[in-house]
Antibody, heavy 120, light 107 residues
Framework: QVQLQESGPGLVKPSETLSLTCAVS????????WSWIRQPPGKGLEWIGYIYYSGTTHYNPSLESRVTISVDTSKTEFSLKLSSVTAADTAVYYC??????????????WGQGTMVTVSS | DIQMTQSPSSLSASVGDRVTITCRTSRTINTYLNWYQHKPGKAPKLLIYSASNLQSGVPPRFGGSGSGTDFTLTINSLQPEDFATYYC?????????FGQGTKVGIK
């Protein structure tokens, strides 16, 4: 059974770059798309972007100028970098697998999430 | 972006109750609508995809309906493990967007 686990620093200083990794276990990363999603405290879920296993990416336009998602198939992990962070980027960050079910893209497997706080 | 509006934002119910949550989209999305359950500290869980299809392993007391701009998640005979926050999400066009969530609490 495929499982996802986020890891990375829980505290990032303003203006610096947030870096997170999602380890994929129990299955192959060489198919489907792999997404990052976040939830600021007290707010809803926001899709950040996805990467296809081949390396093709698609980002939320609201974050596109600051986001980079990459994949390392040899390590079965994918990563998120968010540059020039501010307090507004404080959130729980989730990684998720995106698969088509009945031709509808769905997030069928999620990690438990990791809290990242932006503060000096 | 496609805006998602869920209602209510929270509700209180008892074990055995029937619960209905609605999701309205800012433009028509056919049936490109998914529902998720989220409990604190846990990974969100896919319940329903394509508006009405039950994800494998999800109890049949969960059901979804709707198309176009109006969708409904129904929980028949609410169980103790169903107290959680529920989100709708559209997959019609990127950026994928979510509703703001409906918290189902214990009455």
């Amino acid at each position: 059974q495929v499982q996802l686990q986020e890891s990375g620093p829980g505290l990032v200083k303003p203006s610096e770059t947030l870096s997170l990794t999602c380890a994929v276990s129990g299955g192959s990363i060489n198919s489907y798309s792999w997404s990052w999603i976040r939830q600021p405290p007290g707010k809803g879920l926001e899709w950040i972007g996805y990467i296809y296993y081949s390396g093709t990416t698609h980002y939320n336009p609201s974050l596109e100028s600051r986001v980079t998602i990459s994949v390392d198939t040899s390590k079965t992990e994918f990563s998120l970098k968010l540059s020039s962070v501010t307090a507004a980027d404080t959130a729980v960050y989730y990684c998720a697998r995106e698969v088509p079910l009945s031709d509808i893209d769905t997030f069928d497997i999620w990690g438990q999430g990791t809290m990242v706080t932006v503060s000096s | 972006d496609i805006q998602m509006t869920q209602s209510p934002s929270s509700l209180s119910a008892s074990v055995g109750d029937r619960v209905t949550i609605t999701c309205r989209t800012s433009r028509t999305i056919n049936t490109y609508l998914n529902w998720y359950q989220h409990k604190p500290g846990k990974a969100p869980k896919l319940l329903i995809y394509s508006a009405s299809n039950l994800q494998s392993g999800v109890p049949p007391r969960f059901g979804g309906s709707g198309s176009g701009t109006d969708f409904t998640l129904t929980i028949n005979s609410l169980q103790p493990e169903d107290f959680a926050t529920y989100y709708c999400q559209q997959s019609y066009g990127t950026p994928w967007t979510f509703g703001q969530g409906t918290k189902v609490g214990i009455k």
